[in-house]
T-cell receptor, first 114, second 112 residues
Framework: SQTIHQWPATLVQPVGSPLSLECTVE??????LYWYRQAAGRGLQLLFY??????ISSEVPQNLSASRPQDRQFILSSKKLLLSDSGFYLC?????????????FGPGTRLTVL | QKEVEQDPGPLSVPEGAIVSLNCTYS??????FMWYRQYSRKGPELLMY????GNKEDGRFTAQVDKSSKYISLFIRDSQPSDSATYLC????????????FGSGTRLSIRP
């Protein structure tokens, strides 16, 4: 069965510090991978998605970036965090070319920028 | 206007009641519809998915799509305290495989 991991689970960072969140998927090959941010009381905002190694699409211009160095690894980064970067970050995967493209989510990372 | 509108709640009902959760949308190209359940401080989990119009039943859950009204619903029968969570609707068009649009979620509380 497939499993998706995210770490860390919780992170408190000062404004201006760098960020690196990691997501890995087990039990599937060549998945589509996604990074979302969920602000309190709001829906999921798609930040990046990737259909393959080194292929990243950005949905929202901001001070975040994403990389996919391996087939089942997706990394979200920032060089300098802003207060507005606080939120719940979710990684998700889906099967390439499935009918519904239903997405399966990881446990999330709660980021607080102070 | 948001592409997907969902009443944030909170919605509080007694145990055993039938719950109705709803979303409206504006994009007539949406054809794939999903419902996710999210417990507090956890990632969303896929509950059900349907294609185009009609009903789909899975245990105590029924998903309903009315494309003519651009309206989707999730019904929960015999609601349990363990159903207390935030429910998010989600949808996408046929051509936009990678981009799912999520509602903001309805917070549901089932009172024992």
């Amino acid at each position: 069965s497939q499993t998706i991991h995210q770490w860390p689970a919780t992170l408190v960072q000062p404004v201006g510090s760098p960020l690196s969140l990691e997501c890995t998927v087990e039990g599937t090959s060549n998945p589509n991978l996604y990074w979302y941010r969920q602000a309190a009381g709001r829906g999921l905002q798609l930040l990046f998605y990737s259909v393959g190694i080194g292929q990243i699409s950005s949905e929202v211009p901001q001070n975040l970036s994403a990389s996919r160095p391996q087939d089942r690894q997706f990394i979200l980064s920032s060089k300098k965090l802003l207060l507005s970067d606080s939120g719940f970050y979710l990684c998700a995967w889906s099967v390439l070319n499935s009918s519904y493209n239903e997405q399966f989510f990881g446990p999330g990372t709660r980021l607080t920028v102070l | 206007q948001k592409e997907v509108e969902q009443d944030p709640g909170p919605l509080s009902v007694p145990e055993g009641a039938i719950v109705s959760l709803n979303c409206t949308y504006s994009n007539s190209a949406f054809q794939y519809f999903m419902w996710y359940r999210q417990y507090s401080r956890k990632g969303p989990e896929l509950l059900m998915y349907t294609y185009s119009s009609g009903n789909k039943e899975d245990g105590r859950f029924t998903a309903q799509v009315d494309k003519s009204s651009k309206y989707i619903s999730l019904f929960i029968r015999d609601s349990q305290p363990s159903d207390s969570a935030t429910y998010l609707c989600a949808m996408r068009s046929y051509s936009s495989a990678s981009k799912i649009i999520f509602g903001s979620g309805t917070r549901l509380s089932i009172r024992p």
